[in-house]
């Protein structure tokens, strides 16, 4: 068991280093780190700091991901990771205090020491906020990314993840030398904010994640014709806006009305054009998020969305494109990872409870190829997503504490 002053020091630690991380932001307002961005680097920069502080050797892959090892005994790898980049005007936690916990985690052992190398990855572009997609790292790191598809997620200004990659001096055509040795990997652990209100509610310090949503990801167009507010009869109009309307309000209710507790639908984005008061909208785009734990779910929710949008658009002579942007099935975590982190938890006299997770996660992809375990943290009143975004460090030294007890039994 880590001594209490040892817990007090790391939650020190990790305070302090988010605080100087929350600043690699480019408003004032929260933080908002996107990816390829002049913030997004200064963060890398600071965190293959801290790596390298630790006693890590660090590299960079072709994604944007920085990688740091500690050398053991064996060949094969335990990765402990998350993402640093962030959501517009988000908090300084998401993400980022996984890394540095991971940091943390790796400072408390010495070369040697572990049957395994231990690798602690900053993954980059996971909220999929400039794109569109998300998990660009994880997915480049399981050899689930063709460079080519990268040409096709743009964003706002027209720039393709492609180009963006390139002008901060990574490599697309090279994603696939990253790809990890899945045979040779023990495991995936991943500590995040809980970015929901259970834990916070519960009192409880730690939750242990059984499993995490499958998403759905969509941009859509749809083209009307602009036309004269006053002077076209409602009967001539081709208004864009209509449907969006009708999409919009069908996603909240097809969601909402599904017994299922945990499916959720979101359309976060809404862009009208010309976007005057006196113009028929000739033009909508609109972004969809559907998750559910259970896939069929999911799925017949994105299905009645976009029935009503077809009938809406051929109501009003409406053009509807679509692109899906992003599918990843719900997974479990791995039973035997779980276990290993509950019996750490009861030796270390720390509660917990057990629970999914609705947010995306780098886990997400991750599950589905090598045993993956994640630990949530409290976020205080459920906030996440937003500059009220906090977590008490004391909550992030447990988490960190836990997984060294893990670690440490594994090598006896
Ligand atoms: C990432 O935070 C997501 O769940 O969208
Ligand atoms: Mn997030
Ligand atoms: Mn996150």
């Keep these: 068991m880590l001594e209490e002053q040892m817990v007090g020091s790391i939650a020190q630690r990790i305070q302090q280093e988010l605080a100087a991380l929350s600043h690699y932001s480019a408003t004032e307002k929260g933080v908002t780190r ?13 965190l293959e700091k801290m790596m390298k502080e630790t006693g890590l050797s660090t590299c960079r892959d072709h994604s944007g991901a920085l990688h740091g090892f500690l050398p053991g005994k064996s060949e094969k790898r335990f990765i402990i990771g998350s993402h640093y980049d962030s959501v517009v005007e988000g908090g300084a936690y998401d993400g980022i205090a996984g890394v540095v916990c991971g940091i943390e985690i790796a400072r408390h052992f010495s070369t040697d020491s572990l049957p395994f190398t231990l690798e602690i990855v900053a993954f980059n572009d996971e909220e999929g906020v400039r794109f569109g997609g998300g998990f660009l790292s994880s997915k480049a790191l399981l ?51 809980e970015q929901g209100a259970r834990l916070y509610q519960s009192g409880l310090p730690i939750g242990l994640v059984t499993g995490i949503v499958g998403m759905r990801r969509f941009d859509i167009e749809i083209t009307g014709r602009a036309d004269h507010a006053g002077t ?99 997974v479990k975590m791995d039973e035997t990872l779980m276990a290993r982190l509950s019996e750490a938890m009861t030796e270390e006299d720390i509660p917990y409870m057990a629970l999914a997770s609705g947010a995306g996660h780098d886990a997400l992809p991750i599950a589905r190829r090598v045993p993956a375990a994640m630990l949530f943290v409290p976020s205080r009143d459920g ?30």
């Design 232 to 330: 076209t009869p409602m009967t001539m109009r081709a208004d864009a806006l209509t449907a969006a309307a009708a999409f919009i309000l069908t996603a909240q209710k097809a969601a909402a009305e599904r017994a299922a507790p945990d499916v959720v639908a979101t359309v976060g984005v809404c862009e009208v054009k010309p976007g005057t008061v006196n113009t028929v909208p000739a033009f909508v785009h609109l972004t969809l998020d559907v998750r559910s734990l259970d896939a069929a779910v999911r799925d017949e929710v994105v299905e009645t969305c976009f029935d009503a949008l077809h009938k809406a658009a051929a109501a009003n002579d409406l053009a509807v494109k679509t692109q899906e942007k992003l599918t990843v099935a719900p």
């Design 34 to 46: 996107l990816p390829f961005t002049k913030e997004a680097e200064d963060a890398l920069v600071c």
């Design 143 to 193: 050899g689930e990314l063709k460079s080519e598809e990268l040409k096709k997620y743009c964003d706002a200004d027209g720039v393709s993840c492609y180009e963006a990659m390139q002008r901060s001096g990574c490599d697309p055509e090279k994603i696939a030398e990253d790809v990890w040795p899945l045979e040779n990997i023990a495991g995936f652990l991943e500590i995040h904010i």
């Design 383 to 412: 906030r996440s997503h937003c500059p009220e975004e906090y977590s008490e460090p004391e909550d992030f030294a447990r988490a960190v504490r836990v997984v060294i007890h893990m670690l440490e039994d594994w090598s006896e």
